[in-house]
């Protein structure tokens, strides 16, 4: 491979919250086991070399003051997207800055709903889309998503239309790749979600952020591409960030095609007068989204499933009662133990805590909305996934 996926990168004294931070408050670390950072959604790789580059030309210039966003920096999502995810026609005028995705969120919940309303979310549920959610005043409807015969989350269409109507929703929270459970809709996949949303005139504000991390041979669609009532009836989100490892920059991004979302969306975004763009994350986009951005990511899908399959084989090899989907997409397992518990007679608490005792430093899953489950990041050099899954058996599941 062209790039390096075998260091181990020392990230303490970065104020990381990955190493630093401390997700189970009342269990440290053994002070003879490092920390294998596998739990918040960011990556452990050195990310592409533009991205320093084009920050550094612009840190070397040493004015920061206000700036107007480049044309290069449109053209750079256009041109992504066209040659990643097939999109056509895009224009400048189709894209909008947002702080982050989650902030996108909260200005499309304003311009789509009233307070108190009813927004639909697939569960298990992203617990960043819970918290943005609930603090904004919306209540959270949950369609369940179900494990088919073939071992994979599927869709309940029937519970999805029914929710709609008991609870007279017109706005809802699609996730696509889907976090935490990794799937990759299939287009009839969203081509039958569409149908109810335009059936019951339901908004859709869609979270495409992984959308470059897909696994194998699956292949990301835009919720927007499924077809013309799609195009016009979604907001869609995206970010360089999970895919290059930027979360620190800050920087996302709307396309909307539907002119009255848009303007409203832009209003909306701009009272607050904190929605610009950070001179840094523009470059850093820029830089992402150059040629060197396209094989860097080809390679990183490529370590990710490889990673994915070793994780995986292992779960299913050595953790007896511990249950897990490979997933199509993303760089997460999301484990199930509630056999594993009742079988060993234990909590769920106590298993999180003897992973962090050993330094597997993961993530409750109760947050999700899906009792029993663990989410793990792979998203390291292989070498601290084996070394990971080896104190797990050693340890945790011995």
């Known amino acids: 491979m062209k790039y390096n996926w075998t260091d181990i990168i020392d990230r303490s004294g970065t104020n990381a919250i990955a190493t630093e931070i401390n997700p189970i408050l009342d269990q440290e670390v053994n002070e003879n086991f490092s920390k294998i950072p596998m739990w918040i959604a960011d990556m452990n790789f050195k990310t592409v070399p533009t991205v320093a580059e084009e920050m550094i030309k612009r840190a070397n210039h040493p004015l920061y003051g206000y700036f107007i966003v480049p044309d290069e920096y449109y053209d750079s999502i256009i041109n992504w997207q066209k040659n990643r995810n097939g999109v056509e026609n895009l224009s400048k005028e189709n894209i909008g800055y947002e702080n982050s995705v989650l902030g996108g969120l909260s200005s499309c919940m304003n311009i789509l709903c009233s307070k108190g309303d009813n927004i639909l979310l697939h569960s298990p549920t992203y617990v960043g889309f819970t918290h943005c959610l609930e603090n904004n005043g919306y209540n959270l409807i949950h369609s369940p998503l179900y494990i088919d015969e073939d071992g994979i989350w599927r869709m309940d269409y029937e519970d999805m239309e029914n929710k709609i109507k008991e609870y007279n929703i017109h706005t809802a929270v699609f996730c696509s790749p889907h976090n935490p459970t990794g799937r990759v809709w299939e287009r009839e996949e969203l081509e039958k979600a569409y149908a109810?949303?335009?059936?019951?005139?339901?908004?859709?504000?869609?979270?495409?952020?992984?959308?470059?991390?897909?696994?194998?041979?699956?292949?990301?669609?835009?919720?927007?591409?499924?077809?013309?009532?799609?195009?016009?009836?979604?907001?869609?989100?995206?970010?360089?960030?999970?895919?290059?490892?930027?979360?620190?920059?800050?920087?996302?991004?709307?396309?909307?095609?539907?002119?009255y979302f848009n303007d409203r969306l832009r209003k909306e975004s701009s009272l607050s007068h904190y929605n610009n763009p950070n001179l840094m994350s523009v470059s850093a986009l820029i830089g992402a989204y150059k040629k060197e951005g396209y094989e860097w990511v080809d390679e990183l899908r490529q370590v990710i499933a490889e990673n994915i399959d070793y994780g995986y084989n292992f779960i299913l090899e050595n953790f007896k009662n511990v249950h897990v989907q490979k997933p199509q997409g993303t760089y997460l397992l999301y484990l199930d133990l509630k056999d594993y518990c009742i079988e060993n007679d234990k909590t769920l608490d106590e298993i999180l805590k003897k992973g962090q005792e050993y330094g597997v430093l993961w993530q409750d899953g109760r947050p999700f909305n899906n009792d029993y489950t663990i989410r793990m990041n792979l998203a390291l050099p292989k070498s601290l996934v084996m070394e990971a899954f080896d104190r797990l058996k050693k340890y945790v599941f011995k």
Do not use: C
């Open 196 to 259: 109810i949303f335009k059936k019951y005139d339901v908004y859709v504000v869609s979270d495409e952020i992984w959308s470059d991390i897909t696994l194998y041979d699956n292949k990301h669609i835009p919720s927007q591409l499924v077809n013309e009532d799609a195009k016009n009836r979604t907001i869609a989100m995206y970010a360089p960030s999970k895919t290059f490892n930027l979360a620190g920059l800050v920087g996302s991004y709307h396309i909307v095609y539907n002119n």
